[in-house]
């Protein structure tokens, strides 16, 4: 079974807004990590959080993670044609071995 | 030069084969891993191994198996492959320090086709 689970499933935009991606997981945690993958690439990591931190935040993303509801968020902002993209949050586990929720396909149109 | 690298890209092969996808890492990463993503993008993890532990996911077939020549290499080995083995497989390595590891990079991926 799945531990995260992102929301939404698909998310299309125009080139500007802001993007949001959440993400819900079911045991406890050391870190949570965001990835991105394009059509047909391999995945790139984008930012990590660590079980006590609140808020991270690189460039254009920014992560949230609240313990208590155990679940996270990513927002892109002004977002871009090149962000399209599938994006996958990850908690660790055993041997530091990631669970992979199903992703969030985000187009951003021109 | 490419942080970690797969070969080969695609594979194609007839159901029953033995067949390896090689994996190497140049980034000095104590910690390899093998993923499967299936044709619905799901990620899930195979195995975790670093020179001291190998890590199974439970519900890997043993006809799967992770050979580590060396620090730097983790290949996977796939026996009497089967229909449902078409997948895309992911290799990737971190650096784990004090138990918390820390990001992962990813591999290319190998596009296995059992037929």
């Known amino acids: 079974s799945q531990q995260g689970e992102e929301d939404p499933q698909a998310l299309s935009i125009q080139e500007g807004e802001n993007a949001t991606m959440n993400c819900s997981y079911k045991?406890?945690?050391?870190?949570l990590q965001w990835y991105r993958q394009n059509s047909g690439r391999g995945l790139v990591h984008l930012i990590l959080i660590r079980s006590n931190e609140r808020e991270k935040h690189s460039g254009r993303l920014r992560v949230t993670l609240d313990t208590s509801k155990k679940s996270s968020s990513l927002l892109i902002t002004a977002s871009r044609a090149a962000d399209t993209a599938s994006y996958f949050c990850?908690?660790?586990?055993?041997?530091?071995?990631?669970?992979f929720g199903g992703g969030t396909r985000l187009m951003v149109k021109p | 030069d490419t942080a970690v690298s797969q070969t080969p890209k695609y594979l194609v092969t007839q159901m029953g084969n033995d067949k390896s996808i090689k994996c190497e890492q140049n980034l000095g990463h104590d910690t390899m891993y093998w993923y499967k993503q299936d044709s619905k993008k799901f990620l899930k993890i195979m195995f975790s191994y670093n020179n001291k532990e190998l890590i199974i996911n439970e519900t890997v077939p043993n006809r799967f198996s992770p050979k580590s020549p060396d620090k730097a290499h983790l290949n996977l080995h796939i026996n009497s492959l089967e229909l449902g083995d078409s997948a895309v497989y992911f290799c990737a390595s971190s650096q784990v320090s004090d138990g918390l590891s820390d990001l992962q990079y990813f591999g290319a991926g190998t596009r296995l086709s059992v037929l």
């Open positions: 045991t406890s945690i050391n870190n």
């Open positions: 990850a908690t660790d586990g055993a041997g530091n071995m990631l669970t």
